[in-house]
């Protein structure tokens, strides 16, 4: 028989408003108010914006392209290592939407643990490494001017990682909330999804959690923001952007490229779920 999986320490019906709660915990009853995915949107796009204040720098991504002592790094995967590390003491990785890029150095905090309630299944489903990869690839070439490097001297190489550091934690955090989405979505159409699952299909899968009109909204609302907050107040709706607007909408559909996140969370849940064992 297969392990039970419905582990919630909540019903289904309240995991569900859990997850509701937890999308809309930014909402207010007034019209216009931003939901917490929205304000997502808004973190990435002031992160992109501070980040092409600075050229490619493509150094800084390369082992050995800065000497860092003790550390076969490149100063990129240094400084995101132990920023995790340092922000692992205050317990950043003990929230279930967080996810570390290098879960090898977390420490134990020096806070005492919150109780979150348990809303995931148990799963090992972290597509860090491949969003990294897409975010030295092929976003920054796209929102950074690149030209040739004047040396370790003379560029801010040190600024330009911290700000790849805090838009790489937020554009993980967006990617990785789909996990949420995707319970909620499972426990409202348990066995539409089991079917789906159980017959490896992969596009009725997507189809069921995405919705096109919505995908389509959240494309315009980027394009409007990169705009809007990239170009200064005092130059007028004329006046030369911060960021591409379209490199920021290539983004968002360059990390919507990866092995959809609720496919690889919800697969191994639906293979394993039978009705008798639901609680």
């Given at each position: 028989m297969?392990?039970?999986l419905?582990?919630?320490?909540?019903?289904?019906?309240?995991?569900?408003?859990?997850?509701?709660?937890?999308?809309?915990?930014?909402?207010?009853?007034?019209?216009?108010?931003?939901?917490?995915?929205?304000?997502?949107?808004?973190?990435?796009?002031?992160?992109?914006i501070?980040?092409?204040?600075?050229?490619?720098?493509?150094?800084?991504?390369?082992?050995?392209?800065?000497?860092?002592?003790?550390?076969?790094?490149?100063?990129?995967?240094?400084?995101?290592?132990?920023?995790?590390?340092?922000?692992?003491?205050?317990?950043?990785?003990?929230?279930?939407?967080?996810?570390p890029?290098?879960?090898?150095?977390?420490?134990?905090?020096?806070?005492?643990?919150?109780?979150?309630?348990?809303?995931?299944?148990?799963?090992?489903?972290?597509?860090?490494?491949?969003?990294?990869?897409?975010?030295?690839?092929?976003?920054?070439?796209?929102?950074?001017?690149?030209?040739?490097?004047?040396?370790?001297?003379?560029?801010?190489?040190?600024?330009?990682?911290?700000?790849?550091?805090?838009?790489?934690?937020?554009?993980?955090?967006?990617?990785?909330?789909?996990?949420?989405?995707?319970?909620?979505k499972?426990?409202?159409?348990?066995?539409?999804f089991v079917?789906?699952?159980?017959?490896?299909?992969?596009?009725?899968?997507?189809?069921?959690?995405?919705?096109?009109?919505?995908?389509?909204?959240?494309?315009?609302?980027?394009?409007?923001?990169?705009?809007?907050?990239?170009?200064?107040?005092?130059?007028?709706?004329?006046?030369?952007?911060?960021?591409?607007?379209?490199?920021?909408?290539?983004?968002?559909k360059?990390?919507?490229?990866?092995?959809?996140?609720?496919?690889?969370?919800?697969?191994?849940?639906?293979?394993?779920?039978?009705?008798?064992?639901?609680?």
């Amino acid at each position: 028989m297969p392990p039970r999986l419905w582990i919630f320490r909540t019903s289904a019906s309240s995991s569900c408003k859990y997850i509701a709660r937890l999308i809309k915990k930014t909402e207010r009853k007034k019209k216009g108010k931003l939901t917490f995915t929205s304000r997502l949107e808004d973190t990435i796009c002031f992160h992109l914006i501070e980040r092409v204040q600075f050229p490619l720098n493509g150094k800084i991504y390369i082992p050995d392209g800065v000497q860092i002592p003790d550390s076969e790094l490149c100063l990129f995967d240094w400084m995101l290592r132990e920023q995790e590390r340092f922000q692992s003491l205050v317990r950043r990785y003990q929230s279930p939407d967080e996810y570390p890029f290098f879960p090898d150095v977390l420490q134990t905090p020096i806070l005492k643990p919150l109780k979150y309630p348990k809303i995931l299944h148990e799963n090992d489903v972290n597509v860090n490494s491949k969003l990294k990869e897409i975010y030295i690839k092929h976003i920054l070439p796209a929102v950074c001017v690149q030209r040739e490097e004047r040396g370790e001297q003379q560029e801010n190489y040190g600024s330009a990682a911290t700000c790849d550091v805090v838009a790489l934690q937020a554009l993980s955090r967006r990617i990785h909330f789909g996990k949420f989405v995707a319970e909620a979505k499972f426990v409202q159409e348990t066995e539409r999804f089991v079917k789906l699952i159980k017959a490896e299909d992969r596009k009725g899968i997507d189809e069921a959690i995405t919705n096109e009109k919505v995908e389509r909204k959240v494309l315009e609302r980027l394009r409007l923001k990169a705009k809007t907050y990239g170009t200064d107040p005092d130059a007028g709706s004329n006046g030369l952007a911060k960021v591409n607007a379209d490199a920021v909408v290539a983004m968002y559909k360059v990390s919507r490229g990866l092995q959809p996140i609720w496919r690889a969370y919800l697969t191994p849940l639906g293979l394993g779920y039978s009705v008798n064992e639901r609680g």
